[in-house]
Structures are given as structure tokens and as C-alpha cells.
């Protein structure tokens, strides 16, 4: 038994990585909808049996849809989330979940009542293998009782594929809340924190003269009760990188750590998911080509039996109000008087 999902918006290209991963799952990509016909018309060509929906409200409207997928553009994502569980349907959506503190808090409270879920895809973790074997490394015993982390988040940006609003704050929501919303989704659970508080961060433009007020460079200390993390994020990746950022991860435990070359492992070992551990017997690359990653199972698995294994509420929305935090809470550095 499976579930029939629909989508709206595809202003990221995380909606194919969403609805590939419900696809290959067993789920039903039953509709879709983007204000742009022509964005419309691309999906169905890409996808076979979609239906192109007249309006987000058909969606909204139909019985047979369980799960709304979201990527309209990211300060558009929260109404869609609330209004998909008003209407009794679960939503999934592309980072960031939110772009205010007061659309978190609506949704709350919305979800709260509806008893529908509202979650935001943490790729970075989620369709990650080496970020999978690792965490299962962590909840094994492996390196001990993990005390820190530290994440490095570069992107490339392609400034010519960028919309007009990503360069508008108000509407992209900042880089600390739409980047490092995945190291800090990473820093809780490899710390196995409920909660942290957002020690220091900072926000800049060092690089973007044309355009002042976007931010291309960011970062965060967090701490929580018995760890720390420090997250790094930049538009900053060279054009010559084979890939689109060179995303790290040390996780340091009081028995071991374990370093991450998610994307690309520089002038070393071919391919991506590079993991390397380090404990009290030596060293060990471990190969993670073959690792499982059960997100789109767990998902609609909790969707029909109102369970949680692939992500708690409360997890999702603790990510979002702290990356919010962070971004809030951001002193200013760089070209930008």
C-alpha cells in the first residue's frame, strides 16, 4: 500500500530529488502545478501520468492526494505547508521550511491542530549516503559520545540560473537559514541534542558588490548541553570544481571522530560519499556506494500510520527555529558598508 502525492512549484531543483525519492519508494506522482505554464509543461514531459493541475487549490481540493510536495519560491513555502494541512494532507518541502519566525509559529500551531505533518528535506543528510552510514556510526557507539561537529556548506552560485527574488533577503530568507539549516539539522542529531542555542554568527557580502544586500558568506557556533558545533556556508565555490560546493563534516567524539567528503574528495579518490573514521584500532575508509537511504519509505510509512521514524515534528521545526535564530542573531562582516 502507497500513497499519491502531488507538487507545486518547482523554483529548486530539489523538487526532482523529492519526487525521484517518493517515485523509487512506491508513491504516485499524481499532479503538478507552477504558476509558469511553461515550468508546467516541463514536468509532464518529464514525468509520465502526472496530471497538470488547474490551480494549487485542485490540488489542495483533491481527496486522493496524501502529500504535498512544495518549492515555490522559499517565502511562499510556509502558506502552502499551512493551507496543505488545513486541507488534511502531510507536506514536504524544500529547505528552508520558513523565511519568518511568525510563519514557523503559525505552522505550529497549524500542525498542532490538524495533526498533519510538515516537513522540510534536509538533502544534505538525507539523500546523502556517507551522511547516513556516519549517523548510524555515531548511534552504534562507534566514536563515543560526540562533542562537536563542524560543517562546511560552499555553493556554487550560477547567478545567471538565479530568479530575480533569490537576491531579495525578505524573500530568500538569508543564507544562514536557507544553507545552514542542514549542519544544524546535522549538528542535533549526531549530538543526539533536542535543542541549542546560537552562540554566534555572522552574515557578509565579500563578493557581490553588483548586488550589496545578498549575503555570500555566513557562518554559526552553536552549544548545546556537553557540545559545540561551528558551520561555515558560502557562494563562494570556484567555477573549476568539478561539483557544486565541496561539503565537509568532522564529527568528533570521545572515542574517535569521523571526517566527511560528501561531494568530491580533492585530488584523492574518485566519486562522492567519502567517509573516513578514526577510533582506537587505526584507521578505516568505509565505502558507502551500497548504503540504503530509507527516507522516502519511512515517509510514506508514517504518512499511512500517523508514525514518526522519518523525521519528528518537533525535530523539523526545532532546525527551522534555530536556523532562523541564526539568521536574526547574524552581525554583519564584509564588503558591505
Known amino acids: 500500500m502507497s500513497i499519491a502525492f502531488a507538487a507545486v512549484g518547482a523554483a529548486h531543483p530539489?523538487?526532482?530529488?523529492?519526487?525521484?525519492?517518493?517515485?523509487?519508494?512506491g508513491a504516485r506522482f499524481a499532479a503538478f502545478f507552477d504558476d509558469d505554464p511553461a515550468i508546467a509543461v516541463q514536468v509532464?514531459?518529464?514525468?509520465?501520468?502526472?496530471?497538470?493541475?488547474?490551480?494549487?487549490?485542485h490540488i489542495l481540493d483533491d481527496p486522493k492526494i496524501a502529500l504535498v510536495v512544495g518549492t515555490p519560491p522559499h517565502d511562499e513555502r510556509a502558506a502552502l505547508g499551512i493551507d496543505a494541512m488545513r486541507h488534511g494532507k502531510d507536506y514536504l518541502c524544500?529547505?528552508?521550511?520558513?523565511?519568518?519566525?511568525s510563519q514557523l509559529e503559525v505552522a505550529e500551531t497549524v500542525?498542532?491542530?490538524?495533526?498533519?505533518?510538515?516537513?522540510?528535506?534536509?538533502?544534505?543528510?538525507?539523500?546523502?549516503?556517507?551522511?547516513?552510514?556516519?549517523?548510524?556510526?555515531v548511534q552504534s557507539g562507534r566514536i563515543g559520545r560526540v562533542v562537536q561537529t563542524v560543517g562546511f556548506?560552499?555553493?556554487?552560485?550560477?547567478?545567471?540560473?538565479?530568479?530575480?527574488?533569490?537576491?531579495?533577503?525578505d524573500r530568500y530568507g538569508g543564507i544562514l537559514n536557507d544553507l545552514a539549516c542542514h549542519q544544524i539539522d546535522q549538528f542535533l542529531l549526531f549530538t543526539g541534542s533536542p535543542t541549542a542555542e546560537i552562540a554566534a554568527a555572522h552574515i557578509g557580502n565579500v563578493n557581490m558588490p553588483d548586488v550589496p544586500s545578498f549575503q555570500d558568506v555566513g557562518d554559526v557556533t552553536l552549544r548545546a548541553a556537553g557540545a559545540t558545533g561551528y558551520i561555515r556556508v558560502d557562494w563562494l565555490t570556484p567555477t573549476g570544481l568539478p561539483t557544486w560546493g565541496d561539503v565537509r563534516l568532522f564529527v568528533t567524539g570521545t572515542g574517535g571522530m569521523i571526517e566527511l567528503r560528501k561531494n568530491i574528495d580533492l585530488?584523492?579518490?574518485d566519486g562522492t560519499d567519502h567517509l573516513l573514521v578514526v577510533d582506537a584500532h587505526g584507521v578505516e575508509r568505509i565505502l558507502c556506494d551500497d548504503v540504503d537511504l530509507p527516507f522516502g519509505r519511512q515517509l510514506i510509512a508514517d504518512i499511512l500510520e500517523r508514525t514518526e521514524t522519518?523525521?519528528?515534528?518537533?525535530?523539523?521545526?526545532?532546525v527551522c527555529r534555530l536556523?532562523?535564530?541564526?539568521?536574526?542573531?547574524?552581525l554583519w562582516i564584509g564588503a558591505q558598508e
Not at 14 to 25: D, K, T, Y
Not at 153 to 169: E, M, N
Not at 323 to 330: E, G, P, R, T, Y
Open 323 to 330: 536556523s532562523l535564530d541564526a539568521q536574526a542573531k547574524a
Open 14 to 25: 530539489h523538487v526532482h530529488n523529492m519526487i525521484g525519492m517518493l517515485q523509487r519508494a
Open 44 to 57: 509532464a514531459e518529464r514525468y509520465d501520468g502526472v496530471t497538470l493541475a488547474a490551480s494549487r487549490q
Open 267 to 269: 585530488d584523492g579518490r
Open 153 to 169: 556548506g560552499p555553493h556554487k552560485l550560477g547567478q545567471s540560473a538565479r530568479p530575480d527574488w533569490f537576491y531579495r533577503t
Open 310 to 318: 522519518a523525521m519528528t515534528q518537533t525535530h523539523c521545526f526545532e
Open 94 to 101: 524544500a529547505k528552508p521550511g520558513f523565511t519568518t519566525h
Open 111 to 137: 500542525a498542532a491542530q490538524s495533526g498533519r505533518r510538515y516537513l522540510a528535506y534536509f538533502g544534505e543528510r538525507l539523500q546523502n549516503r556517507s551522511t547516513v552510514k556516519a549517523l548510524e556510526l
